[in-house]
């Protein structure tokens, strides 16, 4: 695999497209949505709290750094919403393991896309074209 999956021939505007990412970050947008306009999720932990405002305010951060990384193409501000996307579905995940047990579904959905964020973020931090081996700042 050619650049870890990086170098990919699609392209919108001249900008790199990056499906995991892309993907995370439609499931932090909906995250958002879910925790500060709806207020309900799957368990009751994280229904109108304060705890649901924090992660889905982290959420809406997360989904806004990935898209701004996009527009001003900046691998820095990727990583950054990445990170902040493995943070939200960490905290999603445990509270609905205290909440509902650990054969909570949507808990170990949220485990995956831990997993997805993280497997999204290591390209651009091992890849020999990312601004660490580099030594950009982006």
């Known amino acids: 695999m050619v650049g870890g999956g990086r170098n990919l021939p699609w392209e919108i505007a001249g900008r790199k497209i990056r499906p ?6 439609c499931a932090t947008l909906v ?13 009751t932990r994280l229904d109108g709290t304060t705890e649901s405002l924090i992660v889905g305010t982290v959420a809406l951060i997360s989904t806004a750094l990935i898209w701004l990384a996009f527009i001003i193409p ?8 990445l990170l902040f ?13 205290v909440d509902v047990g650990v054969s909570s579904t949507p808990a170990w959905i949220s485990v995956c896309i831990v997993i997805m964020a993280g497997g999204a973020y290591l390209p651009e931090v091992v890849s020999p074209d990312s601004e660490e081996c580099r030594g950009d700042d982006g």
């Not at 995991?20 to 970050?25: L, P, R, W």
């Not at 900046?74 to 919403?81: E, F, M, N, Q, V």
């Not at 996307?85 to 393991?97: D, N």
């Open 74 to 81: 900046s691998t820095r501000i990727l990583k950054h919403g």
């Open 31 to 43: 995250m958002a949505w879910t925790l500060l306009w709806k207020n309900s999720d799957a368990g």
């Open 85 to 97: 996307a493995a943070g939200v579905f960490a905290a999603r995940a445990a509270f609905l393991f």
């Open 20 to 25: 995991f990412a892309i993907g995370v970050s």
